[in-house]
């Protein structure tokens, strides 16, 4: 029943070079930072999220990827509770901007494959070529009810993926698509246009477990480690890139990091200590970890699990002073990191902050092209 895996088209900037690829992650939802109701936290509008994607563009950044969000959290200030649609979000960012890729992301039990392979299509020509996919098996259950949805125990989600992503491959290559699987059928099965890049856009799998990891390996190209310290991401990343060659393919590596920079590492870590305190929506905390994974943990790791979400909603931690959190990516990318996605607490402020500050000493690191000679290849200035 499998499908071979078409190689992505490599044309784009996400395969330009062997620079560390940069993403600007989860803008398109409240408080895509931390559950927090600090008055740094990210509050969302249409303009201010053309604004974003539009200086990440001018920076270089190779991809824009949204978080689908159906509802929040709750708590006091409902962190999550609103997010532009992940589709029509990057059909409009694709009108507006000219060279970063832009993802969508499906939960693959919400939506037809056919569906999700036509509208990345039409948004693949849109963009003149720069859309792709980001796909995720799900895991907030009292969100997936809203749909009619199956509801599958985790690793039945990646097989149930696993499925689901046969038949967008195969609708992108041609038409007459017949396929039975277990869990996702279809008949005669047509699409077109074709999306424009040939022989397809790109597929991100954001799972961190081993059993999602499997998935990522067979169909994506860009997979991630669930890591916080360098050794556990070069550890990942090689187990991932052993799947991948399993299957006779490549795959990138990312980690989704959550950047928190001051002047002064000390300054920075006051900031956390704010966040992980009295800035904290700790009803809204309590829920995200009883109704995603509350049963499963002992109270240390629920403490751990709470103070994080908190702050950094638990990504690759990047805090510090701008050479501190430089330095660090230089460790993550010797652990073999392809690529870094980031949340910002406050998006409008730290992303200028990072391009000003941080972007400076990548390039000096060589992880980064130096912008002036990237813009005098036809790159961004
Ligand atoms: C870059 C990135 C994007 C993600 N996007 C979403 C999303 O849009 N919606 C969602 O429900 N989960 C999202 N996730 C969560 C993952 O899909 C996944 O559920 C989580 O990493 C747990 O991994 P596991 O399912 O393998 O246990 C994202 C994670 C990362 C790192």
Sequence with gaps: MSVRVTEPDRSGPLFEDDRLKLGLFGFNITAAGALSRSKDRHEISWQQNVDLVRQAEAAGFEAAIPISRWRGFEGETNPWGQSFESYTWASGLAALTERISIFATSHALTMSPLLAAKQIAT??????????????????????????????????????????????????????????????????????????????????????????????????????????????????????????????????????????????????????????????????????????????????????????LASTMGGYPLIGSPETIADEIGRMADAGIDGICQTFMNYEAGLPLFVSEILPLLEKKRLRPARAAAAGEGGQA
């Excluded at 949805?149 to 690793?155: F, I, P, V, Y």
């Excluded at 038409?175 to 890049?197: C, F, M, S, T, W």
């Excluded at 916080?228 to 006779?248: F, L, N, T, Y």
């Excluded at 904290?280 to 699990?305: C, F, H, K, S, Y």
Aim: hydrophobic share 40%.
């Design 123 to 308: 948004a693949d020509h849109i963009s003149g070529g720069r859309m792709g996919l980001n796909v995720v098996a799900g895991w907030f259950e009292k969100e997936l009810r809203m749909f009619t949805a199956k509801s599958l125990g985790h690793d039945e989600r990646y097989d149930y993926l696993d499925e689901w992503l046969e038949v967008v491959l195969r609708l992108w290559e041609r038409n007459g698509v017949d396929y039975a699987g277990r869990h996702v059928q279809i008949q005669d099965g047509y699409l077109e246009p074709k999306p424009l890049q040939n022989p397809r856009p790109p597929i991100m799998n954001a799972a961190f477990s081993p059993r999602g990891h499997e998935t990522a390996a067979k169909y994506a190209d860009i997979a991630f480690v669930g890591a916080h310290d360098p050794h556990s991401a070069q550890k990942q990343v090689a187990e991932i890139r052993k799947m991948a060659a399993s299957h006779g393919r490549t795959v990138q590596v990312w980690a989704a990091t959550s950047v928190i920079c001051a002047e002064t590492d000390e300054a920075a870590a006051a900031l956390v200590e704010r966040y992980r305190g009295p800035d904290a929506d700790m009803p809204a905390v309590e829920n995200a970890v009883d109704w995603t994974m509350g049963a499963q943990m002992t109270p240390d790791l629920r403490e751990v699990i709470k103070a994080g």
